[in-house]
């Protein structure tokens, strides 16, 4: 079952009273190996990450901190490329991006998926190459189109009708020939959260299969010679931990291709797959194995392009947070240990919904633990706050910390590596932490810490 199974709101509700808290964990000083990043481990008490005390980070850096094991992520894109070695894996950015981010994606040999000007920026400042960019995006401005198509970014996924108007116009303006595809809703109700399914057809994303709007707007494309229709792409929703969904998406896409050489003698090389698969947050969440995912959809491909007499596509998926989620932890220092009398203890950390929303926005769960020491003391049901002047600012609703939690204690807070600093807003006007990359031993700032003076940046 996804952590996200309830339509919004719902856990932003008073907790039913059938609802219990979850048990206490056997040892509160564990580290499941599948919730932390890979480098992770307890010495002398304190959680050290990439050979790196938590304690030393903070003292150096500051809290709170968004801490990110590099050898985590480069391992995660390894796998990846392995599982695909016939096909492409992009990077998608907006599950977190910075130059150094985009630096060791280039260096892994990924590509990478942008859904606006400032990610392409980012990634065009290190030298990433454009030919291995891809855009995305419902909405693009007239400005973005045109600097992807001036850039030689390497596909642009078209997302409506008037976007295939304005990439015709541009690509004329400019005599290039941008390579595009098309992005299908397939119907599929991917069982996640419902702010994050993308491909039942009662939302913003994509042209529908079903509607006969992507045959449309393949019909459009294939009319327009400056534009290079080079595939399909397909994007069912984020932290998806069924597989039937992604197996579902990818049969009617190829299913779409057969329809396109059957209408128009045309046979498209590539299937773009999308990203959307889930990680393990809570002991007990599921999380799809890459490598067994690779191999189902790579069959179920081959077997709709064979039966229609078409050769494999290429295949592309993108993912972002399976990638970067896991690698990513928030170190906190606990400011308040205050004890609501017969229900729980809240525990105020320095940072909350503005470096970490989405508790507040989807009702996510996280693992934390104590970091700074270990401690044999009874379990205290807790619920981990942040400082801002929301109630929902919940860090973690339910968990349970040891009972002699002080102030001056850090805590981290595990699978932060994505969709945490990418969603980071100043609400109260709190500086964005600072991000530290952490490898053999070392650390280094790759994101300063904002300051005062960036707050007020702009303002007369
Ligand atoms: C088009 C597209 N590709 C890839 C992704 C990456 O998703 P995830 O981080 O869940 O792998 C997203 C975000 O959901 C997306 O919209
Ligand atoms: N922001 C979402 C994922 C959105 C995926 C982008 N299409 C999350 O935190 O889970």
Request: proline share 5%.
């Amino acid at each position: 079952m996804s952590r996200f199974a309830h339509p919004a709101g719902d856990r932003h509700a008073e907790q039913l009273p059938d609802e219990r808290p979850p048990h206490a964990p056997a040892d509160l000083n564990a580290l499941t190996p599948a919730l932390w990043p890979r480098t992770s481990e307890r010495i002398d008490g304190a959680i050290t990450i990439g050979g790196v005390d938590v304690r030393d980070l903070v003292a150096e850096y500051g809290s709170p901190l968004l801490v990110m094991d590099e050898e985590d992520f480069r391992s995660r894109c390894r796998d990846y490329r392995a599982s695909f070695h016939d096909g492409d894996v992009h990077y998608a950015g907006k599950a977190f991006l910075c130059r150094e981010v985009a630096r060791w994606i280039m260096q892994e040999g990924l590509g990478l998926d942008v859904c606006s000007a400032g990610e392409l920026a980012v990634a065009l400042s290190v030298g990433f190459p454009p030919e291995r960019i891809t855009l995305h995006g419902n909405n693009k401005s007239v400005a973005e189109l045109e600097r992807a198509v001036v850039t030689g970014v390497g596909h642009i996924v078209a997302d409506s009708f008037e976007e295939i108007a304005r990439l015709g116009y541009l690509a004329d303006k400019h005599g290039v020939r941008p390579k595009v595809m098309i992005r299908v809703t397939v119907g599929v109700e991917a069982h996640t959260h419902e702010f994050i399914a993308t491909s039942h057809d009662d939302q913003k994303f994509g042209l529908s299969l079903s509607s006969g709007a992507a045959a449309e707007a393949v019909r459009r494309v294939l009319a327009l010679p400056s534009l290079e229709l080079v595939g399909l792409h397909s994007h069912i929703g984020s932290q998806i931990s069924e597989t039937a969904g992604f197996e579902v998406a990818a049969r009617r896409l190829a299913g779409l291709l057969a329809q396109i050489k059957q209408e128009h003698g045309v046979v498209l090389p590539e299937l773009d797959l999308g990203g959307g698969y889930g990680i393990p947050y809570v002991d007990g969440d599921d999380a799809p194995d890459i490598k067994l995912i690779a191999e189902s959809l790579r069959e179920i491909v081959a077997h709709v392009c064979a039966s229609a007499g078409l050769p494999l596509p290429r295949l592309t998926v993108e993912p972002g947070r399976s990638i970067t989620g896991l690698a990513g932890i928030t170190l906190y220092e606990v400011g308040t240990v205050k004890d609501v009398e017969g229900l729980r203890t809240y525990v105020s950390v320095d940072g909350g919904m503005s470096d970490n929303i989405r508790t507040a926005l989807y009702g996510a769960e996280y693992t934390a633990r104590l970091a700074s020491r270990s401690s044999e003391a009874a379990p205290m049901l807790s619920r981990l706050v942040g400082k801002h002047c929301e109630s929902g600012d919940m860090v973690i609703r339910d968990l349970y910390l040891p009972a002699d939690l002080a102030p001056g204690d850090l805590i981290a807070v595990a699978g932060t590596g994505a969709y945490c600093r990418s969603l980071a807003n100043n609400y109260n006007y709190l500086p964005k932490p600072a991000v530290v990359a952490v490898s053999g031993g070392q650390a280094r700032v790759i994101v300063q810490r904002e300051t005062e003076e960036d707050l007020l940046r702009g303002q007369l």
